[in-house]
């Protein structure tokens, strides 16, 4: 059974940064890329960012260019998604994603399983 798990999550303010993690378990983690999705209150979830099954690709969303980073250690069954600078409009439940192939990928069909999500809070 697959299962991935989120942690890092927390208020903060403008400016801060937080540091998620997922933790995957189930299935060869190298094999996959994975993804960080969002969804904030009243509005669908969106494609965040993406890295291939090696690392060595990555795809960000024009939302978070220059402030998020995503990375992966597969010696820990593990992807983080570094943000900078939040904002406000950063606010949202935050999901990791494993994903069906080693490729990149933004829709959310690309992917196959799902973490439950952390909250990120973002006062101005």
């Known amino acids: 059974q697959v299962q991935l798990v989120e942690s890092g999550g927390g208020l903060v303010q403008t400016g801060d940064s937080l540091r998620l993690s997922c933790a995957a378990s189930?299935?060869?983690?190298?094999?996959?890329?994975m993804g960080w999705f969002r969804q904030a209150p009243g509005k669908e979830r969106e494609f965040v960012i993406s890295?291939?099954?090696?690392?060595?690709?990555?795809y960000y969303a024009d939302s978070v260019k220059g402030r998020f980073t995503i990375s992966r250690d597969n010696a820990k069954n593990t992807v983080y998604l570094q943000m900078n600078n939040l904002k406000p409009e950063d606010t949202a439940v935050y999901y990791c994603a494993s994903g069906k192939g080693g490729g990149l990928g933004t829709s959310e069909s690309w992917y196959d399983y799902w973490g439950q999500g952390t909250q990120v809070t973002v006062s101005s």
């Open positions: 189930g299935r060869t983690f190298s094999s996959y890329a």
């Open positions: 890295i291939s099954r090696s690392g060595a690709n990555t």
